[in-house]
C-alpha cells in the first residue's frame, strides 16, 4: 500500500507519534512518504529527548522512507531546508495525496 502523511504542526510528542507511525507502516513493507507543511517544517528544533522526532525521521530515511517539506513554509522561517526537511512543493504534496492509498494527517 502507500500512505502519505502529512505533519502540520510542531508539537513534539505529535511529531514523534507521526514518525513512528510511518516507521511502523514501513515495517509492513508500505511505501511511505511524509510531507511536512506549516509549524510541521519545525520538526527538528522541537525534538526533545523524551520525543526524538529528529532520531525518528533519521531512521525512517535509513529504512527507504522519503521525506518532503514545504519550501514557502521554510524560507517563510527564514531557514533553509535540508536532507530532513527538503525544499518541496505543494506539486509534491500533491503528488503524494494523489498516489496515495491512504493519506493521514498530525
Do not use: H
Not at 28 to 46: C, L, N, S
Not at 47 to 73: L, V
Amino acid at each position: 500500500m502507500k500512505i502519505g502523511v502529512v505533519i502540520a504542526g510542531n508539537d513534539p510528542e505529535t511529531c514523534w507519534n507521526a514518525l513512528r507511525y510511518a516507521n511502523f507502516c514501513l515495517g509492513k513493507k508500505d511505501e511511505v512518504k511524509v510531507f511536512f507543511m506549516g509549524k510541521g517544517v519545525e520538526y527538528q528544533k522541537t525534538s526533545t529527548e523524551k520525543f526524538n522526532a529528529a532520531g525518528e525521521a533519521e531512521k525512517f530515511m535509513k529504512d527507504g522512507g522519503k521525506i518532503f517539506a514545504c519550501g514557502t513554509c521554510i524560507k517563510s522561517r527564514e531557514e533553509e531546508g535540508g536532507d530532513m526537511c527538503p525544499i518541496s512543493t505543494m506539486q509534491d504534496m500533491y503528488d503524494i495525496v494523489k498516489e496515495s492509498d491512504r493519506v493521514v494527517t498530525f
